[in-house]
């Protein structure tokens, strides 16, 4: 356990096994909320509207579990900054580009089924967005918080 005995958690959700690992070092667990950024006026991300404490509500009552720490809304011009350090960064390009192409459950946390398979519900399908994004050229290809805009 640390001095302080907190851990801030940087997603609104884990499994279940590394919340018991983060509980048996931590005495509190903090949870920040889904993220939903609005990368331009008329584009953004969304996650699931979930958080910790609707699973394990007696760890949120017993205060083991802190949440609502909201990371919503538009991008800040600090955050651009290190999201296009980060995109330039080779090594952490590289690290990113091996988990979508050999995680499998890296994979379904950014995309639904039809993303990873092809296959929609109505029976259709098509080439999915995998096979275009572990194309290798991606690893390398620039992007910016502007180009993506």
Request: proline share 5%; with cysteine.
């Amino acid at each position: 356990m640390t001095r302080s005995g907190v851990l801030f958690y940087p997603f609104h959700l884990c499994h279940e096994r590394t919340l018991q690992w983060l509980l048996e070092r931590y005495q509190h667990v903090h949870f920040r909320d889904y993220m939903a950024l609005q990368v331009s006026p008329f584009c953004g991300t969304t996650a699931f509207p979930e958080r910790m404490g609707d699973t394990f509500p007696e760890l949120l009552a017993s205060k083991r579990l802190v949440q609502g720490y909201n990371v919503s809304g538009p991008l800040t011009p600090d955050t651009c900054i290190a999201v296009d350090r980060d995109l330039t960064d080779s090594t952490w390009r590289g690290l990113f580009h091996r988990a979508l192409v050999e995680n499998r459950r890296f994979q379904r946390g950014l995309f639904d089924g039809t993303d990873i398979t092809g296959r929609h519900k109505d029976g259709h399908a098509e080439q999915p967005l995998m096979v275009r994004l572990k194309d290798v050229s991606f690893e390398t290809t620039p992007f910016t918080v502007a180009g993506i805009r």
